[in-house]
């Protein structure tokens, strides 16, 4: 491990770094544009430029690799007109409207000229005009005059989905990002670049223009997408509460961006995860409990209804069918319940589209399919409770609906609805089996309420709560255990998702001995946990 | 003095095959072939002395020591013909006249680096250069001096002549090979430098056009009677001139390394244009390096005594400049060239260079302002240094020392909205 000093403070680096990532793993931020970690090194932007003992020029920090006995100045006389040089050359021909960006309040260029600059421009000439709106792809849009050249955006491009798609046009100070005419910025990863972009330049159309950043309340969560589980950042929109009078508050979901975890997503999230949440928008909600064609009932009622449903049926004539997004504990009440029921025939979902693409989609779409097999054990299958309802054997069915996307929702076919009595559905939105169902109960949907999903490589996440959820729903582990309590099955009295996770940890195998501290933020993939 | 490197310039088709080995050529190939090794070649061209002819003067043998002697990959030479320096056109006669002097260096010096190929980028605009080197190459091929087993001696060398789109910037050697790869021409960092990871991460030398033609004849006549031309022990060797401006003969001239610079303006280029106006300044190495005043130009043509005075010998491409220039134009105009050539990739010189432009086009336009000298040279002074390639150095040497050496014209642009110089002064509009 070579050693090094940074501002006199001696330091012990990781042989091959650089000399930022050095000082950075010291928690001290030189400022960079163009370095990325996940991207390869441009150099570009020169404002990490540093001073090196025995080096006549300033070197930039980002590409200068760590040796035994390098003397660095961050904070030297020369470093800092350098630093203040270049946030001038930045600013020049910026258009500086930072009261219409949306990238305001997050923005390196705001961030660094505060920190860098001298606050003074002595640019007196007409600035550049450019395109302020050039439509880059289905979700992503530039102005040209906020970008700063960094690359950041081209080099995802070129070297993380290998699509290519942009590129520098023109020359010197008349230089803009492109795409080139008939091949528009369309890879399934592409929503990344604007996360990477250091300011306002690009910017994404489901987000442009819909909240100050500032006004969002940041949750980390994990995406229910697919069985990868990308790290996520959830902001929901809080703008209502400070702009109106009237209280009340916005409490959806404005944007998604991606957390780093090394062990699963790196930086990135795909753009069906970036946007999963548009889903939960879009789709008419279940948010209150409900009897057939859409008759208000009160919660006691419908659950009673639920419970009597149940308990009425012939012996083994109950199936379930439950979506692959339920968190854990929402499985594990459930099965809870089916235990306490006795001879319940039960099926998990499975929903798969496209392929693995190696990068991270995965065509698994059930992103707890491995809590299903965990917590349902291999068996739990929806063609064997399909089947059973063709043989005549299963004719009450529970549906739990799908928490993330309403088209996934389990829905029943002609034949299927002919031999089945009675539905009962458990759901966030009115879809799918919701329509042949004799009650219906709301519950959360994926953002609104907290749990673990096991990812396709058997890693333990947590998934936050974001925001209440809608009208009356409630979490599914709740209502199972409600209609547990009607039905007369004893299940524990459970007050959290937490608590619910504890029973869990004490008598499912692969999550032994866990507790919310062990799974953390970043998830456990504990060995002998493997999907 | 003998002219060596333009010796067959100013033969009947001296382009021809036919008539350069009439005058003796490719026998330094076929020396080199048969007596030295690679190695032997190199030691022979560090002794020399001959320093790179493009600019920065390195010394070309060291050059060549540096590419690895058992490459795992294949090692490449480059020939830089890309000569865009605004003030050079040294490489051009060479390649329109003297075609296979050059090959012969290029094949010469892949010779000593173990290159398996040289590829020579030249200039787009270069069109009749190209079409000449089309067909020397052509006869080199036919006539087994390039191509597999050369001369029967079992070595190999393809020749690949690759024109450029017209990019000043691709004349840097990194961006020549982001661009001779097919990629946007945008210089790279360093390290890596070319000789570890150069053309598509190969092992790889790049040279100028002049410095090749240089070798043939060290290989011919050696060493010592290289070192006995010039300056030695750091200036060695023939030079070629490029004199332009307000003189009465410009061209391409021969003389040694060392050749003082009113001897090549009063001389040999027969002096001022016009006897009435006498010299005011001279920019000595090409548009990039700080000018010379008339009271500095007692200096000698030479890589170190330039130095000391301050500036660079650059690429020879002097330009004279009488007492009717007005330098607040003549900058103004270099700061147009350099802003529309920079490649905006690093951000000095992307945003710097199209500044100092507007500020000087406002000097000259009549709206200066007495902060302005100031402010330019400041610009400068952020952008040296502080960028990938030197092409941002290239545009704000001029520009400070323009400023700094001329102040009392842009002063006098400030206060008078109007010009000094020239042969009338010229009033503005505004």
């Known amino acids: ?531 | 003095m003998e002219r060596i490197l333009t010796r067959n310039v100013e033969k009947r088709d001296s382009e021809t095959l036919a008539v350069y080995e009439a005058g003796g050529g490719y026998q330094a190939l076929l020396k080199a072939l048969r007596e030295l090794s690679p190695d032997q070649l190199t030691d022979e061209i560090k002794r020399s002395g001959l320093r790179g002819r493009g600019g920065a003067g390195f010394p070309t043998g060291v050059k060549w020591s540096f590419m690895p002697k058992d490459p795992k990959k294949p090692s490449y030479l480059i020939c830089n013909a890309d000569e865009s320096e605004p003030g050079t056109f040294k490489d051009r006669l060479l390649m329109e006249k003297d075609p296979h002097l050059m090959l012969e260096g290029c094949l010469l010096s892949s010779y000593a680096i173990r290159a398996s190929a040289c590829f020579v980028y030249i200039r787009g605009e270069y069109v009749h250069a190209t079409r000449v080197l089309e067909t020397a190459i052509a006869e080199a091929y036919a006539k087994g001096y390039a191509g597999r087993n050369i001369l029967g001696s079992g070595w190999s060398c393809e020749l690949v002549l690759h024109v450029g789109a017209g990019a000043y910037i691709c004349g840097e050697e990194t961006a020549l090979m982001t661009s001779l790869e097919g990629n946007r021409g945008y210089p790279r960092l360093k390290p890596p430098f070319p000789a570890q990871a150069g053309l598509w991460g190969c092992p790889t030398t790049i040279n100028n056009v002049e410095t090749l033609v240089n070798v043939p004849f060290i290989v011919e006549r050696g060493a010592d009677w290289f070192l006995g031309i010039g300056k030695a022990p750091k200036n060695t060797g023939p030079k070629l001139y490029c004199l332009s401006g307000h003189v009465k003969r410009p061209g391409v001239y021969e003389a040694p390394l060392g050749l003082p610079l009113r001897e090549l303006i009063y001389e040999i280029g027969g002096g001022m244009l016009r006897a009435d106006r006498p010299l005011k300044a001279v920019i000595p190495g090409g548009s990039s390096v700080p000018v010379l005043t008339a009271a500095e130009c007692d200096v000698d043509l030479d890589f170190d005594s330039l130095a000391a005075a301050g500036t660079m010998l650059g690429s020879a491409g002097i330009m004279v400049m009488d007492e009717t220039t007005c330098m607040v134009q003549a900058i103004e105009r270099i700061a147009h060239f350099y802003a529309h050539e920079s490649c905006g990739q690093c951000t000095p010189c992307r945003e710097g260079c199209g500044w100092m432009e507007k500020v000087l086009k406002r000097i000259e336009a009549g709206s200066g302002r007495n902060e302005d000298m100031d402010l330019l040279q400041s610009i400068a002074s952020n952008i040296q240094g502080n960028t990938i390639c030197p092409l941002g150095d290239a545009a704000a040497m001029p520009v400070a020392s323009f400023v700094t050496k001329f102040r009392d014209e842009f002063q006098y642009h400030v206060d008078h909205k109007a010009c000094l110089t020239g042969p009338r002064v010229r009033e503005f509009a505004g």
């Open chain 1, 1 to 531: 491990m070579p050693k090094l000093t940074i501002d006199g403070k001696e330091v012990e680096a990781k042989a091959g770094n650089t000399v930022l990532q050095a000082a950075l793993a010291q928690g001290l931020e030189i400022p960079h544009y163009c370095y990325h970690p996940g991207l390869s090194i441009a150099g570009n932007c020169r404002m990490c430029l540093v001073e090196m003992e025995k080096a006549p020029k300033l070197v930039i920090s980002c590409a200068t690799e760590v040796a035994d006995g390098m003397a660095i100045a961050t904070d030297s006389e020369r470093v800092r007109t350098a630093r203040a040089a270049m946030m001038e050359f930045f600013l020049i021909n910026h258009p500086l409207d930072c009261p219409i960006c949306d990238q305001a309040g997050e923005c390196r260029l705001q961030d660094y000229a505060v920190e860098h600059g001298t606050g003074v421009s002595r640019f007196l000439e007409p600035k550049l005009t450019l395109s302020k709106a050039v439509d880059l792809g289905p979700h992503v849009m530039l102005d040209q005059e906020r970008c700063i050249q960094c690359s950041r955006c081209i080099r995802f491009c070129d070297e993380v989905t290998r699509t290519g798609e942009l590129g520098f046009f023109q020359r010197g100070d008349h230089t803009v990002i492109g795409t080139v005419p008939g091949k528009p910025l369309q890879n399934a990863y592409s929503g990344n670049v604007v996360d990477l972009c250091p300011v306002g330049a690009l910017t994404l159309k489901e987000f442009r223009f819909q909240t100050r950043v500032w006004y969002l309340k940041n949750t980390p969560s994990v995406c229910a997408g697919c069985a990868r589980g990308c790290n996520v950042i959830v902001g929901v929109g809080q703008q209502q509460v400070l702009m109106t009078t009237e209280g009340q508050l916005d409490d959806r979901i404005k944007r998604v961006v991606p957390r780093f975890n090394e062990a699963v997503n790196g930086h990135w999230i795909c753009d069906e995860g970036r946007l999963s949440y548009e889903r939960l928008h879009a789709a008419p909600r279940l948010d209150r409990p409900q009897a057939p064609r859409g008759t208000r009932v009160e919660w006691e009622d419908a659950v009673t209804r639920a419970a009597t449903l149940l308990r009425n049926a012939a012996p083994g004539a109950v199936g379930a069918i439950l979506s692959p997004r339920l968190t854990s504990e929402d499985l594990y009440a459930w099965s809870s319940l089916f235990a306490a029921l006795g001879a319940v025939r039960i099926g998990a979902q499975t929903i798969v589209r496209g392929e693995d693409d190696g990068i991270l989609l995965r065509a698994d779409k059930g992103a707890n399919s491995a809590g299903v097999r965990w917590i349902l054990g291999p068996d739990a299958t929806t063609p064997g409770v399909v089947s059973a309802i063709a043989r005549g054997e299963v004719t009450t069915l529970l549906v739990v609906g799908d928490p993330l996307d309403p088209a996934d929702t389990f829905s029943l076919d002609a034949a299927a609805r002919s031999r089945v009595k009675t539905v009962i559905f458990v759901g966030a939105f009115l879809s799918g089996a919701a329509e042949a169902a004799s009650v219906l109960l709301p519950s959360a949907a994926w953002s609104e309420e907290e749990g673990t999903l096991v990812n396709f490589e058997g890693r333990i996440q947590r998934v936050l709560r974001c925001h209440l959820p809608r009208g009356e729903a409630r979490p599914g582990w709740k209502i199972a255990s409600e209609v547990a309590a009607a039905c007369g099955a004893g299940l524990p009295h459970w007050a959290s998702a937490e608590e619910v996770l504890r029973s869990m940890a004490a008598t499912v195998k692969e999550y032994r001995g866990l507790d919310l501290q062990a799974v953390s933020l970043l998830g456990v993939g504990a060995p002998g946990r493997a999907a």
